[in-house]
């Protein structure tokens, strides 16, 4: 199921984020209040997308997708094309696109460095498995060009490097290796609109916007995103003025409208499924025949059994009363599962 994000902008009080200064450059403070960030390690080889709300700013990914249309968009790469029957995936890069603090300008071996992390045994982020089987190598013949050669047909390779599932922030190779894994993840570096300042763990951390980025300059010259676990303080700090940007939902969506708070709606915010383990190839650990939901690969009746008790679970699932009782009637049924690979 798909849920609409909804952000509550505080503007009562004395404002921080008013009309007329959606124009008015970098000159102002916005505070921002999460619910969680995860891992809070700014590195996606090391991550489990949860800390996107945080780094996001920090980082530039190399496709991007339109929100609404879920359309590619150029990023640090500006084209992208597949070779060799989906087997090789051929990224040219932008120029002139610098890392923060004089960490030099974006090159092509940045982007063959951030992706051979996910090649570590220990590399626990999302799209560290897919690397691990499906890379061969990863060529970089100039500068500003970037080719990966897969193992087999992967025609999903696009939607590894955007800003959604499966994300590469791409990391300035120099700084990593001259500050260590570990310190660098202190104190990220990257290309984004805003540059990490200064942080808490789990508390807060505070950024300032780079100016003359490559994409577009932010509209304010600081940031603090705050990581505020309790749904009900969020709203309270919207209200006190406090918090210029939360997250709110379920039953606080009716309270946060009654406050002169405006709302707004992000389409596609989050998605939410139940995962049947099992279902997987026989040379997996988590290969499970036995299991009614996935069945034996080697017996076409086990498989169609396991098929049926699939779909029975499914449609068993009320998802518009979840939708309802949860979200307030602001989502969606998922038409369809990501990793389902035809």
Not at 20 to 25: D, E, F, K
Not at 112 to 118: D, L
Not at 194 to 213: I, M
Not at 225 to 236: F, G, Q
Request: charged share 25%; aromatic share 12%; glycine share 8%.
């Amino acid at each position: 199921m798909r849920r609409a994000g909804t952000a509550a902008v505080a503007t009562m009080g004395a404002p921080l984020v008013r009309p007329a200064r959606a124009t008015a450059g970098p000159n102002e403070r916005l505070v921002v209040a999460v619910g969680q960030w995860g891992t809070e390690t700014p590195f996606a080889w090391r991550g489990v997308q949860g800390e996107k709300p945080l780094w996001d700013c920090v980082y530039d990914s190399l496709i991007t997708r339109d929100p609404k249309t879920f359309e590619y968009r150029p990023g640090l790469a500006t084209e992208w094309k597949p070779s060799n029957e989906l087997k090789t995936w051929t990224f040219k890069l932008r120029s002139g696109v610098k890392f923060h603090e004089g960490w030099g300008e974006l090159t092509a071996e940045d982007v063959k460095f951030t992706v051979e992390q996910n090649l570590k045994p220990d590399a626990g982020g999302g799209s560290a498995p897919f690397f691990r089987m499906q890379l061969d190598r990863i060529e970089t013949p100039d500068k500003l060009t970037v080719v990966m050669h897969f193992k087999s047909k992967v025609w999903e390779v696009p939607s590894l490097f955007t800003q959604f599932v499966g994300y590469q922030n791409v990391v300035p190779k120099k700084y990593i290796e001259t500050a260590g894994e570990d310190k660098a993840a202190m104190h990220p570096i990257g290309t984004g609109p805003f540059r990490h300042v200064e942080g808490r763990q789990g508390d807060y951390h505070r950024f300032e916007a780079v100016p003359n980025h490559w994409r577009k300059t932010p509209g304010f010259k600081e940031m603090v995103i705050r990581r505020v676990p309790d749904p009900a303080t969020r709203l309270a700090g919207l209200r006190a003025g406090e918090i210029d940007i939360g997250i709110v939902f379920g039953d606080y969506l009716d309270q946060a409208a009654k406050s002169n708070l405006k709302m707004h709606d992000a389409v596609n915010a989050a998605c939410y499924w139940v995962i049947l383990s099992g279902q997987t190839t026989s040379d997996r650990e988590d290969y499970c025949p036995t299991c009614p939901w996935a069945g034996d690969l080697k017996d076409p009746k086990s498989r169609e059994n396991a098929r049926k008790v699939r779909l029975a679970m499914n449609l068993a699932v009320n998802k518009k009363a979840i939708v309802n009782a949860l979200w307030k009637g602001k989502g969606s049924e998922t038409p369809f599962s990501y990793y389902y690979y035809p």
